[in-house]
């Protein structure tokens, strides 16, 4: 938030995994939403709101709709205001509140703006997401890299994993 267009861009995002990428730039999020529209695998995708300030919610709205991607995004973040903002700016698009520890009235909340997902880092139950799911709130949980968690969670219900190993999403799918 604090950089400009331009020192972003001049960042080297490939290096830090592998010589092999070195050069990559940050995407823009149209140039990631472009990539996502025109692989023919459907891509969906999670935009994490990460600044607070109260314009970016409607700018990342307009971008979604002129792209005409609603039905494959989900607008995301920590600060319900801020997805409070996007689901009023067209009550199409999925949005999710992240919280670490997720509750049921967060869950009533989200019920309240016509949320549709969840996502928690940790402390969750078989119960919370039962009660999620009997609100019609969808529940993700995030940053899950092993297969015995990945089972056990699919085996609770739950709706999406967050994971940074996608290969072993496929093995337990």
Do not use: C
Request: no cysteine; glycine share 6%.
């Amino acid at each position: 938030e604090d950089m400009t267009y331009s020192e972003l861009r001049n960042i080297d995002a490939g290096v830090k995994f592998s010589s092999d990428f070195a050069g990559e730039k940050i995407p823009t999020l149209f140039e990631a939403l472009m990539l996502a529209k025109n692989n023919a695998a459907n891509i969906k995708v999670v935009i994490e709101l990460k600044s607070a300030k109260p314009t970016v919610p409607a700018k990342v709205v307009q971008l979604v709709q002129k792209l005409n991607l609603q039905n494959r995004v989900i607008i995301a973040g920590f600060n319900l205001s801020q997805i409070t903002l996007a689901k009023t700016a067209d009550p199409t698009i999925p949005v999710m509140l992240f919280k670490w520890q997720i509750t049921n009235t967060d869950i009533d909340t989200l019920k309240i703006i016509g949320g549709e997902w969840v996502g928690s880092g940790s402390r969750f139950t078989q119960e919370l997401i039962n009660y999620a799911h009997s609100k019609g709130i969808q529940f993700n949980v995030w940053t899950i890299n092993d297969e015995p968690t990945m089972r056990l969670l699919k085996s609770l219900g739950l709706d999406a994993i967050t994971t940074n190993e996608s290969n072993l999403m496929k093995i337990i799918n």
